[in-house]
């Protein structure tokens, strides 16, 4: 039997040497853990610093979460690397709305990573109260969800069901949709985007977990 195409996952962010490569490393460490060979995380960069290395600030928070910095070579985001997606997660609002401005096609796979990882607490929640026993008054009982025996085909068909929900997973200030930019600033704002990307990173992971 043929092995299924790996699901592809790109971050995007804007020169794609702090933030972006941050998630595409520990995305990629913890998915590899799910199931080896099973998950493709690569980053770009909407204005990349081509061919340079992780910010050494950033590579230290990939290494503290048990990834690897190495390796790594900034690269142009572009509209074939887009095509290529099964699911996008852009840094920031902005940076989706370029994802969009290149192809609007991408409308229910692109995300920015907070927001998803919002979807997927209401996409388990919703699977907890599926699963639930019924009331002693309902006569109906919730359908049980299949397990995702194939990986790879539940993840790409995950942006659809994670796009269904976008309305009930808006964020309270629009801010709360984005990772700050610590570029040229001090570690202050890399401990800043820590704190913003690594809840967003960790709870996409452990839905993961559960439905591998």
């Keep these: 039997m043929d092995t299924p195409r790996p699901v592809r996952i790109l971050t995007v962010c804007t020169g794609n040497i702090c933030r972006s ?23 770009a960069g909407t204005r990349a610093m081509v061919g340079d290395p992780i910010q050494p600030l950033s590579a230290d928070i990939i290494k503290t979460y048990g990834g690897t910095p190495d390796g790594f070579a900034a690269r142009q985001l572009t509209p074939k690397i887009l095509r290529e997606s099964d699911l996008v997660l852009a840094m920031t609002a902005k940076h989706r709305g370029e994802v ?101 990173i960790l709870a996409i992971l452990r839905f993961a977990r559960q439905h591998g």
């Design 21 to 43: 490569p941050v998630a595409e490393r520990l995305l990629q460490a913890g998915l590899d853990q799910v199931q080896s060979g099973a998950f493709e995380v690569r980053s």
């Design 100 to 200: 969009m401005q290149m192809d609007a096609s991408l409308l229910k796979r692109t995300f920015t990573i907070r927001e998803f990882a919002r979807m997927l607490k209401i996409l388990e929640q919703r699977e907890a109260d599926a699963t639930a026993p019924p009331a002693v008054t309902s006569p109906v009982k919730s359908p049980t969800p299949s397990p995702a025996s194939d990986i790879p085909a539940f993840w790409r068909e995950l942006p659809g069901r994670a796009a269904s929900v976008r309305h009930l997973a808006l964020a309270p200030d629009a801010s709360d949709n984005d990772v700050v930019d610590p570029y040229r600033r001090g570690p202050e704002f890399y401990e800043q985007m820590e704190d913003e990307l690594a809840p967003a």
